[in-house]
């Protein structure tokens, strides 16, 4: 009886197997029909102009700033500090009174110089109403010529004296000067080292305080010894720029080149260059390290944002869209500029370049334009 039932289900079996494939074309067939023909795959891409523009051909490069000025303030004298007249780390402008030193002892060598001076000029006085005595008596037959001789000699020596004091009196009051120090040029003073009652003198290693000038100043950096000709000739036409900017802010100074080094560091190939910055708002602070860009000229380029360069083993290429239809494009690239890519071949300007997407791109895909994001 089993034996029975398992042929029954088996016949049974066979039967759908065959209507099935009696019937496979049909409903191939109709469902082909519902689909339809299948449309070409689109990718969608960013697209961006290759513009023609004016672009400078610049070198970039670390630097440091360092002032144009710097003092260290020191005593001349051997003396006491009576006051302080600035703030810590406060402005400063040329002429400002810093310290003031005591100067009662020279105010009394000077009181003393000053009453030598009056003592001389008397006798010189005395002296010369002899000579002018002994050279009437003389005329008359009353005396000989060897008073009027010593007279005159007594006269001169006089003279000579007088001048000593007069110097002696002028060295101390250039002494004098010296108890009360003031700024030499505009700029920035820094901490005071000494305070009032200390004990100053010319032999003190530390300085009273140091001034730098912060306004203008230079900044020094090193470019590549294979740009050194094109700086030179930037120089003589007046075209050389230079610019500073703090490494994380986008506050910058611009300036000019001030000075070539006169000799290439033969270790590294480079040469250092130095700017001058006007600074006035005082953004550069002398030590800093500052990211400078070195404008030699400007040229007429085609350029491309430099997302859109892609690379492969056989060079630089751009994937340019014309029709609704991407094409590969080999291009050479010169240089970078403040994103953007300098296309010396391969570009003429004006053409659509794909600036994202390109990873689903192959040459003769058909895209579909988007909108570009927002800051890009």
């Known amino acids: 009886m089993k034996k029975r039932n398992l042929i029954f289900i088996a016949g049974a079996l066979g039967m759908v197997a065959v209507a099935a494939f009696v019937t496979r074309s049909s409903w191939i067939g109709g469902g082909a029909g519902a689909q339809g023909p299948q449309r070409p ?82 006798q010189l006085e005395g002296a010369q109403r002899d000579l002018r005595r002994f050279t009437d008596l003389v005329a008359k037959g009353a005396t000989t010529q060897v008073n009027v001789d010593n007279a005159r000699t007594q006269s001169d020596i006089l003279v000579g004296t007088i001048k000593a004091d007069q110097s002696a009196l002028d060295n101390l009051k250039v002494q004098k000067s010296y108890t009360t120090i003031r700024a030499p040029f505009s700029g920035r003073i820094g901490a005071a080292n000494v305070k009032v009652g200390n004990f100053v003198r010319p032999a003190d290693t530390a300085p009273l305080a140091v001034i730098n000038q912060m306004a203008p100043v230079y900044v020094t950096f090193a470019i590549p010894q294979r740009v050194l000709a094109e700086l030179r000739d930037a120089m003589a036409k007046g075209d050389s720029k230079v610019s500073a900017t703090i490494p994380g802010h986008q506050r910058s100074e611009d300036g000019k080149v001030a000075m070539v080094e006169n000799a290439v560091d033969s270790t590294t190939g480079m040469i250092t260059v130095r700017g001058v910055m006007n600074n006035a708002s005082e953004t550069l602070w002398p030590g800093i390290l500052v990211a400078t860009r070195l404008t030699i000229r400007s040229e007429d380029s ?52 794909v600036v994202d997407g390109q990873l689903l791109l192959s040459d003769g895909s058909r895209i579909e334009p988007r909108p570009r994001k927002a800051g890009a």
């Not at 513009?51 to 700033?65: A, N, Q």
């Not at 302080?84 to 400002?96: I, L, M, T």
């Not at 590969?328 to 659509?352: A, H, K, M, W, Y």
């Open 302 to 353: 085609v350029v491309v944002p430099t997302v859109a360069v892609q690379r492969s083993q056989n060079g630089n290429y751009v994937f340019v869209v014309k029709d609704g239809v991407s094409r590969v494009q080999p291009v050479n690239v010169d240089r970078t500029f403040q994103g953007t890519s300098v296309i010396s071949e391969g570009l003429s300007g004006g053409e659509d370049v």
């Open 41 to 122: 795959r689109l990718v969608s891409v960013e697209l961006a102009k290759a513009e023609r523009k004016t672009v400078p051909v610049d070198v970039d490069s670390i630097g440091t700033v360092t002032p144009i000025s710097s003092v260290a303030l020191k005593s001349r004298l051997e003396t006491t500090i009576v006051s302080v007249h600035f703030e810590d780390g406060a402005r400063v402008s040329e002429g400002d009174l810093l310290f003031t030193l005591d100067s009662r002892q020279i105010d009394a060598q000077i009181e003393q110089a000053e009453g030598v001076l009056a003592r001389d000029q008397a």
